[in-house]
């Protein structure tokens, strides 16, 4: 390619750059590179014939899953981060189907929603499988360990978060169905009753004030994690 230089060569770059800004098709500020792209999939446990679990209020946990995937998709959408959500409505769908979403986003980070009757506040869990280094080709059902230092990473400031806005946090690591396959930072979100210092039940998880308070704090987690990695 011939260089462009001199001052004939800056106006014809001046005017494509206001040819560009007129059609709507201008790009980041000169010299300045484009911001990386960051993904985050919420993924709403259950759905369609698989119930989950029953609340003590008669609510299903399919259904308290979807609405606070709902909820934090907002918040996130209008934080200016990009959310892609493994359901919308009531679909079954299975833990293969849920890595390939996540997996073909191309996510930064995938949360994994669940609700519990037992124990107290927010549980998060990461997998349970070994670390190992990241290859362009990982077997499907253990392609979380590539990922497992980072989805630890993400368990603590998520934690953290949770933990600064007065929720009691219980950290734990498991077999996680879905979660092994995919090749991203990634964590599954318990959403327990929120309990008084007696253990007697204040909110349950579908509440709407208790997920909005959850899902705040997971929204700035989040964009603390989306710097953190902007920086790496």
């Not at 899953?65 to 907002?74: D, I």
Request: aromatic fraction near 4%; charged fraction near 20%.
């Amino acid at each position: 390619m011939r260089w462009i230089d001199g001052e004939r060569g800056r106006a014809r770059l001046r005017a494509a750059a206001m040819l560009l800004a007129a059609l709507g098709l201008s790009g980041p500020a000169w010299g300045q590179p484009a911001p990386a792209r960051f993904v985050v999939v919420l993924d709403a446990a259950h759905g369609g014939d698989d119930t989950g679990g029953h609340m003590n209020d008669g609510q299903l946990e399919k259904a308290v899953t979807l609405s606070l995937s709902v909820r934090l998709r907002s918040l996130l959408a209008a934080r200016g981060i990009e959310v892609v959500t493994t359901r919308e409505a009531d679909q079954s769908l299975d833990p293969a189907a849920r890595a390939q979403i996540a997996n073909r986003a191309r996510a930064q980070v995938c949360l994994s929603l669940h609700t519990a009757e037992t124990g107290s506040g927010v549980h998060l869990y990461a997998s349970n499988l070994a670390a190992t280094p990241a290859t362009q080709f990982m077997a499907w059902k253990t392609a979380q360990s590539g990922w497992v230092t980072r989805s630890l990473a993400l368990m603590g400031v998520l934690s953290s978060a949770l933990k600064h806005g007065d929720v009691n946090v219980t950290l734990g690591r498991t077999a996680l169905p879905g979660i092994d396959s995919m090749e991203c930072p990634a964590v599954a979100i318990e959403l327990a009753p929120e309990r008084d210092a007696d253990q007697k039940t204040v909110a349950e998880p579908d509440n709407p004030e208790y997920q909005a308070k959850v899902a705040g704090m997971l929204a700035a987690a989040l964009l603390e994690w989306r710097t953190e990695a902007h920086l790496r």
